[in-house]
């Protein structure tokens, strides 16, 4: 039997892919609304071997679309 590669001490290894629960929980909405956003094609998914996953820079993507600016100083 192969010994399994193990990373690094102290090694940060980024998630390049997000199950629909990490993506819910990043985002801080219900699953129910991150379907739907995918559903309305607001948001990119990817489908690996059946799996469905979400990457980290699309949602940062859809984040950084509703930016709003509030307050006296919003206009510049």
Same mark, same amino acid.
């Given at each position: 039997? @192969? %010994? ?9 290894i980024?998630?390049v892919a /997000? ?11 219900s699953? @129910? %609304?991150?379907?739907?956003?995918v559903?309305?094609g607001?948001l990119q998914s990817?489908k /690996?071997?059946g799996?469905t996953?979400l ?6 993507k859809?984040v950084?679309s ?11």
């Open positions: 039997m @192969a %010994k399994k590669k193990q990373s690094p001490p102290g090694a940060v980024h998630k /997000l199950s629909y629960d990490e993506a819910a929980w990043a985002l801080s909405i699953k @129910a %609304k991150l379907y739907r956003l559903s309305e607001r990817v /690996l071997d799996n996953v990457r980290p820079a699309d949602l940062e859809l950084d509703h930016v709003t600016l509030r307050g006296k100083d919003a206009t510049g």
